[in-house]
Structure formats: structure tokens, C-alpha cells
């Protein structure tokens, strides 16, 4: 069985939330719809206080290359315009929204069940489609997802894959689209393979996911050149260049993108996105959410509209916190970070609200690094963490960019792995960060 060729690790799954059937999330009292949901510019916001909007509507616009447009997830009235506090602290322009819980929708959006098989579209008018509904990778990383199939001239797409590995523990989002939306996903699929002239897409999806992969093979064979992937279990499985690996054998060089060496990937939530835009007309305006935890009593996968605050989410959900949660975590504990603003709104990027208990997010006490080399053995990317550690410890930060410190994809399995539990995963975010610093002050 398929997977990547060099390092991984294997955290506990904890995939407790697999059979909770997605439900939808009630509409809040009042939302902030930050504009800057996506990797690059905030969106320039389009409306005013007081104006009245729709769900569906455009609120904030996409003037920069790298940016998406923001549309409105509910209906109401514009209180304001202001700077919010993101979940991780980060202050961010908002568009405050007083929600009219008789949630009227642009008429454009097709609201019935009825799936739409033909897309007449084509290539070019796909993209511009995309950019219009301001869809964006829902794997996390958030990118533009019209910039991605807009293919330069001096580029070949040879390979369409679909990225349904979840290997982050806990997560089961994805899991449930699959269960409960395969068709759609396999229409979203052809459009983007369509879209970049591909004769085949292939869906990558480990193995511990018996149930999806038996359904999404059985759709797959309604539809030319879907071709279903099962892989072994390994995290990162899921980290774009590794799956690339995992599927065509080909490795991703330094500095270099994925259509370098030929290939695109896209979430399987944002092939369904693609999905809903281009044959319901309808903006990214709302993402499926797992509710989970070891000790919470009861587990969930919400439809979620951006904007709703983690708060509110956790009074729906569970009432309260356990008095004992040590951390509520935004995506994985592998690659996710702790919510430090829970009143801050949920966005495009959203995949969780992960409850951890107190006994598991204390971080065990630090001792001497022994030179073992586990870190070295774990990366998936080749590079040596410890080194990092010391060069960053010590300001020797051009030293770590030239070992390549920004081919560091940020899994966290060198944290996971090390047996003096050293903080591996923060020091080389630091590194990264002090590195392009001093990059963007030399080209000025």
C-alpha cells in the first residue's frame, strides 16, 4: 500500500466523532465576518453600517492578486465596521453582522436538494467562478483556490489530487462529507480536473477509513477518470508534498510548489465547495466543523457558518466546558493552535473546536537534547530539527535558512518524537519567522 517515503509518525487516532452525522448549526445572534479568512490580503470591505444583507452577498472584495472575496453567511443588518480579535489573538478588519434569524438568501443560490450533474462551463470561466465565490482550500492552509487552477503558461498540470487522508487525530469532517456527500464531491472532482486538462484525479484517503473509501470507489466508477487511492496510515499523510509522494512517486524540491513536478492537490471539503459554487451558485459561506474531545459527552459534525463565535458553538454543543479542559484547539493537536479569544468568530480555515483535557495538554518538562536523531528520523522533509533548535536558540537564524528551515511544513512530528520533549515545533516557527524578516529587510 501506498504512503510517503521518508519519516512520519503514528499519534494516537482518536477518531471518536466518525458517526456523528453533520447537523446543522443554529444561526447566532449576532456574527463577525473577519475579511481576511484565506492566505494573503484582508478583502476590502463593501458595505456600510446599516446597510441590510443577504446570505450569499458580497461584503468584502478581492483588490489584491492574493486575496478572496468574503461573502456575507447571514442575513441582517451591518452594525459595524472594526478591528476583531481573531481566535488566536491577531487583530483582523471585521464586518459586525445583527442576524435576522429569517435568514433570507440571494436569489441567484439554488437552495433545492437537487444534485446538477453538467457543467458547461469552461476552464477559464471556472476559474473566474471560483474567484467569484471566494473559494479557498479547506485543508487549512487556505489558499485562493481561483489562483491555484489558474495554471501559468510555462506549467503542465499532470496530476489532479484530491487530499482525503484526515490524518490529523481527531478530525472527522472530512470523513463525513465523504458518507454523506460523495456524489457531489466526485461532480467537484470532474470540474477541476476539467478545469486543468487532466486525464485522471485521484482521491488519496488512508486506510483506517473503510467506510469512505467503500463508498467514494462506488461513486468514482459513475465518473470518468476518479480514481480512488487508499494509502497506508501515517501522519503526515495529508501534508500536500507528502501526498504527492505517496501518489506519483514524485518529490516536491526545495522552494519549489507542487505544479513544478506536475501536480495539483485540493481538500476533498473543497471539491464539494467547488461543488456548490459552480452548480448551486453558492459563495463559501460556511464549513463542516468537528466538536470533539475525550471528555465531553457527547460528539458532533456541524454545517457551520463563518462567523459563528467558538463560543457559541461550545454553549450549542456542550453547554459548558469540563472544568478540567486544558486547551480548546482550532484544527489538530497535531498542527492546530489553542483558541485564546473564544469569543472570536469561526472562518474559512475552521476544521474543529477540539476539547483537551488538562492531563493532556500539560507539556512534560523539558531535559538536555542527547543527539539521538529521532527528530531527524521523523521528519518527513529530510531536515534536522535539533540543529534548528540550537541555531535559533543561539540568533544563528541566516544559518538555519541556509539548512533550509523554510522547507519546515510545521507537522510537529519532531515535538512528537522527542524523547527530552524540547519545544522543536515552536523554536523553528520562531526561526521561520526571524528568517523571512530578515529576507523582506534585504530586498528593500
Known sequence: MKTFAMGGVHPEENKISTNAVIEEFPLPKTAVILMTQHLGAPATPCVAKGDTVKVGQLIGKAEAFM????????????????????????????VYINVDENDVWEESIDR?????????????????????????GLGGATFPTHIKYNIAPDKKAEYLIINAVECEPYLTSDHRVMMEHAEEICIGVSILRKCLGVPNAYIGIENNKPEPIAVMKK?????????????????????????????TGR?????????????????????????????????????ILTVTGKKIQSQHNYH??????????????????????????????????????????????????LVIDADEAVRATESNCIRCGKCMNACPMGLEPYLFSALVRNRRIEEAGAHNILDCIECGCCFFSCPANKPLLDEIRLGKNLYRGILMAKKK
Open 112 to 136: 433545492t436538494p437537487d444534485i446538477v450533474r453538467q457543467c458547461d462551463l469552461d476552464p477559464k470561466q471556472i476559474v473566474d467562478k471560483l474567484k467569484e465565490m471566494g473559494i479557498v
Open 219 to 247: 461513486m468514482a466508477a459513475n465518473f470518468e477518470g476518479i480514481i480512488v487511492e487508499p494509502l497506508k496510515v501515517k501522519y503526515p499523510q495529508g501534508a500536500e508534498k507528502q501526498l504527492i509522494n505517496a501518489i
Open 304 to 353: 457551520v457558518r463563518f462567523g459563528t463565535t467558538y463560543s457559541d458553538i461550545i454553549a450549542h454543543a456542550l453547554g459548558e466546558l469540563p472544568e478540567t479542559t486544558g486547551k480548546v484547539i482550532s484544527g489538530g493537536p497535531m498542527m492546530g493552535k489553542a483558541v485564546s479569544n473564544l469569543d472570536a468568530p469561526t472562518t474559512k480555515g475552521a476544521s474543529s473546536v
Open 251 to 287: 518529490c516536491v524540491p526545495s522552494g519549489k510548489l507542487p505544479i513544478d513536478v506536475g501536480c495539483v492537490v485540493s481538500n476533498v471539503g473543497t471539491a464539494y465547495a467547488v461543488y456548490e459554487a459552480i452548480q448551486k451558485n453558492k459563495p463559501l459561506i460556511e464549513n
Open 67 to 94: 486575496c478572496a472575496n468574503v461573502h456575507s453567511p447571514f442575513s441582517g443588518t451591518v452594525a459595524k465596521i472594526d478591528i476583531c480579535k481573531d481566535a488566536f489573538g491577531l487583530a483582523k478588519p471585521a
